[in-house]
């Protein structure tokens, strides 16, 4: 039971390049989510995913876009590369929305420059 | 605007020495309260949720605490392995999924 898994763990990309990040998970979760963590500000929402088939804008959307693949991945696209973009980026999980814990991957450290 | 504020942003302690970390939260209306322990290069694993002000829950040396305003994180006895940061998390009633993250307390415990 690996919980939630993200690919690549490190990557570096040059203004205007384009990647998609990777999340999977194997906890049967029904809602899915992508957070960016900077430094003193705390992780912010980007988007989630209540349930398999939909998808909704978080708190910092521009510059991303997601897709729910199946019940178990959620990919987070960035069409063009900004050096604003450069943070660690987390995906999660959880049962269903609500009070239930939402349970993160191990990051992705992205530098864009 | 709902706002989550921790304090302070650092801890250092010596091992043994007991402390406690806060967390001041403005929303409206809280659905649960989550505490997320984060080690360096890893992602934040959760620890407890609180739903209603007075509840108390614990693990181990830790055990968290929720007033209508505040919340804290008491560590008792602290030990070097429980160097991490403390992240606090809120929960409005009239968001089913967004959660409003605190910018963490780096606790160093040393032996």
């Known amino acids: 039971n690996a919980g939630v898994t993200q690919t690549p763990k490190f990557q570096v990309l040059k203004t205007g390049q384009s990647m998609t990040l990777q999340c999977a998970q194997d906890?049967?979760?029904?809602?899915m989510y992508w957070y960016r963590q900077d430094p003193g500000m705390g992780l912010r929402l980007i988007y989630y995913?209540?349930?398999?088939?939909?998808?909704d804008k978080g708190e910092v959307p521009n510059g991303y876009n997601v897709s729910r693949l199946n019940k178990r991945e959620f990919s987070l696209r960035l069409e063009s590369a900004a050096p604003s973009q450069t943070s660690v980026y987390f995906c999660?999980?959880?049962?269903?929305?609500?009070?239930?814990?939402?349970?993160f991957g191990p990051g992705t450290r992205l530098t864009v420059t | 605007e709902d706002q989550v504020t921790q304090s302070p942003e650092a801890l250092r302690l010596q091992e043994g020495e007991s402390s406690s970390l806060n967390c001041s939260y403005t929303?409206?209306?809280?659905?649960?309260l989550f505490w997320y322990r984060q080690d360096p290069g890893k992602g934040p694993e959760f620890l407890f949720t609180?739903?209603?002000a007075g509840e108390e829950k614990e693990k181990e040396r830790l055990k968290a605490t929720l007033t209508k305003k505040e919340s804290f994180l008491h560590i008792t006895a602290p030990k070097p392995e429980d160097s991490a940061t403390y992240l606090c998390?809120?929960?409005?009633?009239?968001?089913?999924?967004?959660?409003?993250f605190g910018s963490g307390t780096r606790l160093l415990v040393r032996p």
């Open positions: 929303v409206s209306g809280l659905r649960g």
């Open positions: 609180l739903y209603s």
């Open positions: 999660a999980s959880s049962d269903l929305a609500g009070v239930y814990e939402q349970y």
């Open positions: 995913s209540a349930s398999e088939g939909t998808t």
């Open positions: 998390a809120v929960q409005a009633m009239d968001s089913s999924y967004k959660l409003i």
């Open positions: 906890m049967n979760h029904n809602s």
